[in-house]
């Protein structure tokens, strides 16, 4: 499984992106079935959680992106979707994919978000 990541860029603040991510070689059943996320990091931190869409249809936001930004799944496409609006200074980052697909941890290859004030 590799997980394809697409969407970062150069935006000014209070602008917006969107990132996708597509997972290969796996089946529809099985994209339906994983838990699928975003993920963000800085140099010198950890990667952090940004939004996270369970396979139940759960959603969850860090605390700093409450209200601006939006995680969707497209089942029929196999895809998630990170809508981003409100940029903010902060949050540039490298942004990663993350998929849990049948019991196993898979990264996209990150794509920059930097934002201009």
């Known amino acids: 499984v590799q997980l394809q990541a697409s969407g970062g860029g150069l935006v000014l603040a209070g602008g917006s992106l969107r990132l996708s991510c597509a997972p290969s070689?796996?089946?529809?059943?099985?994209?339906?079935?994983?838990?699928m996320a975003w993920y963000r990091q800085t140099p010198g931190k950890q990667r952090e959680l940004v939004a996270s869409n369970l396979a139940g249809g759960v959603t969850k936001y860090a605390d700093s992106v409450k209200g601006r930004f939006v995680i969707s799944r497209d089942n029929a496409r196999k895809r998630v979707i990170l809508q981003m609006n409100n940029l903010k200074p902060d949050d540039t980052a490298v942004y990663y994919c993350?998929?849990?697909?049948?019991?196993?941890?898979?990264w996209g290859q990150g794509t920059l978000v930097t934002v201009s004030s």
């Open positions: 070689r796996i089946i529809l059943s099985t994209f339906s079935g994983s838990d």
């Open positions: 993350n998929g849990r697909i049948m019991g196993r941890d898979y």
